[in-house]
């Protein structure tokens, strides 16, 4: 996932290859193309690591649950507890996942049944609904037995391109580069400073002021995002 290229952190930041140096020469296009790359891929990195997700964009997820079984009450007429039937989403889809449970006990081959979602037109054995952005599936019927990643949830999560969030997404990762740039900005003249002696220039800047590249303002605006697990096993 690229949340920005050279032309559009140019256009957003003001910097280009001519305010930043490499090896205390001033950088070739070649070399700034380069480094915009590294950039992007940094930041993408660091912002998802951050947020608990594997990237932003539209992507297919498959996720392996463990089945729990009959956990009811000795006097309970329901032989399953409630937590028997739930199973949390580990990201937040952006439709109906689709299930599947392994029939087949542990020493045979597996055996995925896909289990159907309760609809207009069907009981089915599963209801799938979303509370505060965790995602549910709770099973009514055929309830997984108890296993080892016996059930199998696949479905499609991330911002489409285009979409509001994503833009809100591009824009936060073009600050941090910009931060970012601006810091390496600061050393440089501080490299300046030092090699032409001058000490009225010691004013030009104060480095302590932006070596702050994630911001309060920016870590507000990207929590909006973050997954966090809670002991359930779930996700929001």
Not at 203 to 224: A, G, I, N, S, Y
């Amino acid at each position: 996932m690229i949340y920005f290229d050279r032309e559009s952190l140019e256009a957003f930041t003001g910097f280009a290859s001519t305010d930043m140096k490499d090896a205390g020469k001033t950088m070739t296009a070649t070399v700034w193309e380069s480094f915009v790359e590294e950039l992007d891929r940094g930041i993408a990195g660091w912002m998802h690591r951050w947020c608990g997700v594997p990237t932003f964009g539209s992507h297919q997820v498959t996720e392996y649950h463990d089945g729990r079984g009959q956990n009811g009450l000795e006097y309970d007429s329901d032989l399953y507890a409630e937590t028997d039937r739930l199973f949390f989403l580990r990201e937040s889809a952006t439709g109906d996942p689709v299930v599947y449970t392994d029939t087949a006990i542990e020493t045979a081959s597996p055996s995925w049944v896909k289990r159907q979602i309760r609809c207009a037109t069907t009981g089915g054995d599963f209801t799938y609904f979303e509370d505060e952005g965790l995602g549910v599936v709770r099973f009514h019927t055929n309830v997984p037995l108890e296993g080892y990643k016996n059930v199998k949830i696949e479905y499609w999560a991330g911002f489409e391109d285009g979409s509001e969030d994503l833009e809100q997404i591009r824009i936060i990762a073009k600050r941090l580069a910009g931060n970012l740039l601006n810091v390496k900005k600061k050393f440089q003249e501080a490299q300046t400073i030092r090699n032409t002696g001058v000490r009225d220039y010691s004013q030009m800047f104060d480095l302590e002021v932006d070596r702050k590249v994630f911001t309060p303002e920016l870590e507000m605006m990207l929590t909006r995002y973050r997954r966090y697990q809670f002991g359930s096993g779930g996700f929001r």
